[in-house]
């Protein structure tokens, strides 16, 4: 498990992070969310050791990063991909990794099998495309076999097969009863990947929730779409009804406040022709898009009483 409290760091007079106190569990996936600059790396940094809070602590099961013996064998992390010395094949590069942490070549043999890296590793990875330094950089996370996994950006230079492959490598850990912690900022992957969700803005926790909950009050909500040759009835059903109803381009109707069922319902009653009837979740990027604008009207024009930067 990887625990910050009060987690805070200052550059100069700027705040990178706020206070930051969260838990990341394992045998799930946690996804790490927040707009440009909210301090995400700086977090991720913090827990790795790089870098010192300026306030709080930040351990991952129990003890900070820097006291870890053979640290490999007990977080793995992935930060930055490109950032392995273009003259080692991918196999040097993790054999010395290895050597460094007590891990056999047996091991080097098997990440490198497991991220699909076995036929390159004996070239340099100058030559390699940035999805292939990615799998290398998730080989290196993965050499100690480790219970806490942290990826900031692993998606980045993945092809969609890379990108399936990394999903389902990402749900295995969890499954495995590891923390695998990632950032990212393609939401639409983060939405078929995490199974909890941890948003910070300006450097403080915005929301600490499960996948589903977080679509749910983050959002608008769901609406329905539906096509009928008789809208302006059903508009009046629906309004009379308490649903809220907007006609789209295309003649649709989209309705807001109803469930499906009841849209049915309610038109069978008035013998409305329905030819179509769609349910449509909101997705997770129009939930953090709502929370974000949210957060940023909070921000320009501060409720009376609420907290305020001195
Ligand atoms: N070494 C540094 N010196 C000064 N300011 C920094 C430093 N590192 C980060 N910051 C600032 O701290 C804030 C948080 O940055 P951080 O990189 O952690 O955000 P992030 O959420 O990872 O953003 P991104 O999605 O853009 O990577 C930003 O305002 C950034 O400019």
């Known amino acids: 498990m990887i625990t910050t ?10 705040v990178a992070l706020d206070g930051l106190s969260v838990e990341v569990k394992p045998g799930r996936v946690t996804g790490f969310l927040g707009p440009n600059g909210a301090g995400k790396s700086t977090t991720l940094r913090l827990v790795l050791g790089l870098d010192t809070p300026t306030a709080g602590s930040a351990v991952i099961d129990g003890r900070p990063y820097r006291e870890l013996r053979r640290p490999l064998h007990r977080v793995g992390a992935l930060l930055d991909a490109g950032a392995v010395p273009g003259a080692l094949s991918g196999y040097h590069h993790l054999a010395a990794l290895a050597r460094s942490n007590g891990i ?13 890296l076995a036929s390159a590793a004996r070239k340099r990875t100058a030559g390699y495309s940035l999805g292939m330094k990615q799998r290398l950089g998730i080989a290196a996370a993965l050499l100690g076999d480790p219970p806490v996994l942290i990826f900031d950006e692993p998606v980045n230079g993945l092809d969609p097969e890379g990108i399936r492959w990394i999903r389902m490598l990402f749900r295995r850990l969890a499954a495995d009863g590891r923390t695998v912690l990632v950032s990212s900022h393609v939401m639409s992957e983060m939405e078929n990947t995490a199974d909890h969700l941890i948003v910070i803005g300006r450097g403080r926790l915005i929301a600490d929730t ?10 608008s909500g769901s609406s ?4 009928t040759p008789q809208g302006a009835d059903l508009e009046a059903a629906l309004a009379a009804a308490g649903a809220r109803t907007r006609v789209l381009a295309d003649g649709a109707i989209e309705v807001l406040g109803l469930p499906a069922p009841r849209i049915g319902d309610l038109a069978l009653a008035r013998q409305i022709a329905i030819h ?8 997770l990027e129009e939930a953090f898009m709502d929370l974000a604008s949210a957060e940023a009207e909070h921000t320009s024009h501060p409720a009376a009483g609420a907290e305020q930067d001195n």
């Open 210 to 219: 499960g996948m589903a909950d977080f679509i749910r009050q983050g959002s």
């Open 104 to 116: 056999g070549r047996a091991r080097v043999h098997a990440v490198l099998e497991e991220v699909g």
């Open 276 to 283: 179509e009837l769609t349910p449509r979740s909101a997705s």
């Open 5 to 14: 409290t009060n987690l805070t760091k200052r550059y100069g007079n700027s």
């Open 224 to 227: 329905v779409t539906v096509r």
